[in-house]
């Protein structure tokens, strides 16, 4: 079964996708810091404030993996397809030398 590239540039885009939408929850989340910052004012906000800074960088960090798992995709898929492109060209020089092999032994025999 041969590799369908499209569907890797497909699945490279829907991941990238997925980044963005990290990048869009990491912003909401940063308005909600902002708000809770502006309206409540305790001690127990250094702690708030560390664990939302805390998922942030965790989500920072899965957007930069996904935007460079996407790439990766698209390139695996395209690699995979030139070898599977040199393994039939290949195949098909085989079965060329084969078949003039062949001819050349029936020539030879004179049944040609």
Do not use: C, H
């Not at 960090?61 to 599977?84: C, H, Y």
Request: proline fraction near 1%; hydrophobic fraction near 40%; charge should be negative.
């Amino acid at each position: 079964m041969k590799i369908n590239v499209g569907q890797a540039y497909s699945q490279a885009n829907r991941i990238s996708d997925y980044a963005q939408d990290l990048n869009d929850i990491k912003s909401r989340l940063q308005d909600f810091k902002g708000n809770l910052n502006s309206g409540w004012q305790a001690q127990e906000m250094v702690y708030i404030n560390n664990a939302i800074n805390s998922i942030s960088r965790e989500i920072s960090e899965l957007q930069t993996l996904l935007f460079s798992i996407g790439p990766d995709i698209v390139a695996a898929a395209n690699e995979i397809r030139r070898e599977e492109e040199a393994r039939e060209a290949a195949e098909r020089a085989a079965a060329e030398r084969a078949a003039a092999e062949r001819e050349a032994r029936l020539k030879n025999t004179g049944l040609r």
